[in-house]
């Protein structure tokens, strides 16, 4: 051998069993009735600003965020029905913010916006959250993390809860007036995707056991939250409306889950995941695409994904 072989460094193993610990949530997607309408909410609501967007036939995909890292993605799709809060698909689609000043101007603006429902707000120990519905009926929660430091475990088990969070008290311990100012340059993404199923060990051998996330939280009944890299979580489902719900019909609402890893061995491991659990699943290079057993489709997929990879999903 070489002395260069010799002092060659090794790769960083991989883990076989689960996620590389730097996954993380890329842009949801969301199948909409009313582009423009749905454009101009999460714009005044959330302080998006379009990023790009193309055209594919008749569909228009086009793609929100803040300061460039792309946050929702919206697909033109007028005629299909309305999403069904009792079948399997999206709870919500969480955005994480840097700071509780991030969040609260956030908050301000979302509850200021005729067309937002606000549902409520909580403490999950964890993190501090804030809930809205948006026009055509996708869910939405707005939070800050807590410092990891001040995070608990329970048996191994993070120690989550859901308590009262007064919304006005929080408003006027944290709101800024120069954050509402900067808008969308300061930071934003998706934390994590919080899906309905249609049973919970179903999904836990799914999205655990197959793509690889671990459990962080099983105590809540009905409900399952999954992360990698010790977050307290990247995925949730629950059955809480939609117990029994068997596969998606064709509607508005959810229409891609997207997961990324940081290297191409990861994406290696999940397929050998996959086809050890028989699961079919496109790989394209640079990503791996396949649907949950409620024909939700998830996609895993390298870090610098380009828009037009996006817009083409």
């Known amino acids: 051998m070489s002395d260069s072989a010799k002092s060659a460094p090794h790769a960083p193993s991989v883990d076989e069993r689960h996620l590389n610990e730097d996954t993380g949530m890329d842009a949801v997607t969301l199948h909409v009735g009313d582009l423009e309408s749905m454009t101009s909410y999460y714009a005044n609501a ?7 967007e193309r055209s594919h036939g008749r569909r228009v995909h086009r793609v929100l965020g803040r300061g460039g890292t792309p946050m929702v993605r919206l697909v033109s799709t007028p005629g299909l029905p309305a999403v069904d ?15 509780p000043a991030s969040l609260a101007a956030t908050v301000y603006r979302a509850a200021r916006e005729p067309r937002s429902r606000f549902v409520g707000s909580s ?14 009926g996708n869910g939405i929660e707005l939070y800050t993390d807590r410092d990891r430091s001040a995070w608990r475990y329970d048996h191994g088990r993070l120690r989550m809860s859901t308590l009262y969070l007064d919304p006005d008290t929080y408003l006027r311990t944290h709101l800024d007036e120069s954050v509402i100012a900067q808008g969308p340059s300061r930071a934003g993404k998706v934390g994590h995707v919080h899906l309905q199923v249609g049973d919970i060990e179903t999904a836990r051998a799914f999205y655990v056991d197959a793509i690889g996330f671990e459990t962080t939280v099983d105590t809540y ?5 999954a992360a990698a890299g010790g977050y307290h979580h990247h995925v949730a489902m629950n059955t809480w409306q939609s117990a029994g719900a068997g596969p998606r019909a064709a509607s508005l609402g959810l229409g891609d889950v997207a997961v990324t890893v940081p290297d191409r061995r990861d994406l290696d491991a999940l397929v050998a995941r996959l086809r050890a659990h028989g699961l079919d ?3 394209t290079g640079r ?3 396949l649907r949950d057993p409620w024909g939700t489709q998830v996609t895993v997929a390298l870090p610098g994904t380009s828009t037009e ?5």
Not at 46 to 52: D, S
Not at 221 to 225: D, H, I, K, T
């Open 281 to 283: 699943h496109a790989d």
């Open 309 to 313: 990879e996006l817009l083409e999903r």
């Open 287 to 289: 990503s791996v695409v």
């Open 46 to 52: 959330l302080v998006m600003e379009p990023i790009e």
């Open 85 to 99: 809060p009792r079948q399997a698909g999206l709870f919500h689609t969480a955005f994480l913010f840097e700071d």
């Open 123 to 136: 403490d999950h120990l964890v993190s501090e959250a804030f809930y809205f519905t948006d026009p055509e």
């Open 221 to 225: 009944p009905g409900a399952l939250f």
